[in-house]
């Protein structure tokens, strides 16, 4: 695998959007590419954004849900053990949509369940992902995945900021986090989403205050509304114009990546 590619930042800043619009560019340039997108948010929404439907039986929350009621009732056939069950099931969790693939982590059910299917799931997604050019992996918005150091094998940060004091302090909480933890990643990337040209400076500056790791400005992309439209009525973002102007920037942006 090339690259991994974990989007964070606060709720609400453009994650979801972000990812998409750089996994539409990929698909339109990058066509021999392989991509695997991993739906990490509790909150998923990649499926939804892109006008799929995956059913919680389908996520890996579900399938270790289901082989949980089996464990209890001790009913592992055809497996050999628990882990090769789990296994199993996690290989068994894609969405394969034409140009890439989608695992959604899901909402676990009750406390727990996680811890115990933590080890096998990396190791599995781990083997997943060798077969992909690309990962792109949408987390939640929360900061705990950090402290538990689930990012640790993704290579690239993409730190999405909007033009708000939360989305700000979230910034610099995640990378005073990654720092507490040793998490280190390859780049560090700063995306600015819903910038104006009045407010681009404001965060110019702020990032000049922040020389704790190496955090690399990559770009701005700008409000708009056939965005917000698409969402608002339920579109797939992948088929947002090619002239729409912040797919422009998107284009512009993303090129150093490929
Ligand atoms: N550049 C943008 N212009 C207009 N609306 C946007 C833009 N980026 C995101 N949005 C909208 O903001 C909302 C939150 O975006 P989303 O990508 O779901 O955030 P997150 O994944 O960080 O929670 C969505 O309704 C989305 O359509
Ligand atoms: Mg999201």
Request: glycine share 6%.
């Amino acid at each position: 695998m090339n690259k991994s590619i974990a989007f964070t930042g606060k709720g609400g800043v453009g994650k979801t959007t972000c990812l998409i619009l750089f996994l539409k560019f990929l698909i339109e340039n990058k066509k021999d590419y392989r991509i695997l997108v991993i739906d990490a948010d509790p909150d998923a929404n990649i499926a939804d954004v892109i006008g799929k439907k995956i059913h919680f039986k389908d996520t890996i929350a579900g399938k270790m849900t289901n082989l949980r009621i089996k464990i209890e009732k001790n009913i592992l056939y055809p497996y050999k053990d628990k882990k090769q069950a789990m296994e199993a099931e996690i290989f068994n969790c894609f969405l394969h949509v034409e140009a890439f693939d989608v695992i959604e982590m899901g909402r676990t059910e009750g406390e727990g369940c996680y811890c115990s299917v933590n080890n096998v799931l990396k190791n599995a997604l781990d083997i997943i992902s060798e077969n992909y050019d690309l990962v792109l992996v949408d987390t939640p918005a929360g900061l705990e995945h950090f402290a538990r150091k689930t990012g640790k094998d993704v290579s690239d940060l993409m730190i999405i900021v909007d033009p708000s004091k939360m989305a700000f302090h979230t910034l610099k909480r995640i990378l005073e986090i990654s720092k507490e933890v040793s998490l280190k990643f390859k780049n560090y990337w700063v995306l600015g989403n819903r910038f104006s040209t009045d407010n681009k400076e404001i965060l110019i500056k702020k990032l000049n205050f922040l020389d704790k790791v190496e955090i690399k400005l990559l770009g701005f992309i700008p409000e708009d509304k056939e965005i917000m439209n698409y969402n608002l009525f339920a579109k797939n973002l992948l088929n947002l114009s090619n002239e729409n102007p912040a797919y422009k920037s998107v284009k512009e942006i993303f090129k150093k990546f490929i």
